[in-house]
């Protein structure tokens, strides 16, 4: 499946959660210091990614893969809650823009 402009995707977590705590953090276990990713456009393999979320409330969050062309793709939802556990969100493939 080819996904063109799809190469070099910066990892975006849009963790905008009005009623979090200020004290609620997340910190990415395979990216760090606004790293970012090779994605392979010509790949079919789904792209994921682990977060860890210290010190939240229970909230739902939608993450997102921004494109150096500024699209952005939405990615499955993950939840902020149990503090301290790993969470994977996944990138499906699909070329829409997220809302």
């Not at 905008?16 to 392979?40: E, H, L």
């Not at 792209?47 to 860890?52: G, I, L, P, R, Y």
């Not at 979320?53 to 969050?61: A, H, N």
């Not at 893969?65 to 699209?71: A, C, R, S, Y």
Request: some cysteine; aromatic content about 12%; proline content about 5%.
């Amino acid at each position: 499946m080819n996904r063109p402009g799809l190469r070099h995707l910066w990892l975006l977590l849009g963790l905008v959660a009005p009623r979090a705590s200020a004290a609620c953090t997340s910190y990415g276990v395979d990216y760090s210091s606004g790293g970012s990713y090779y994605i392979d456009g010509t790949s079919n393999q789904y792209f994921s990614f682990v977060t860890v979320f210290q010190g939240c409330t229970q909230e739902t969050i939608s993450p997102v893969l921004v494109g150096p062309d500024d699209n952005v793709y939405a990615c499955s939802d993950i939840k902020t809650e149990p503090s301290g556990t790993q969470v994977t969100s996944t990138w499906y493939g699909s070329s829409k823009d997220a809302a």
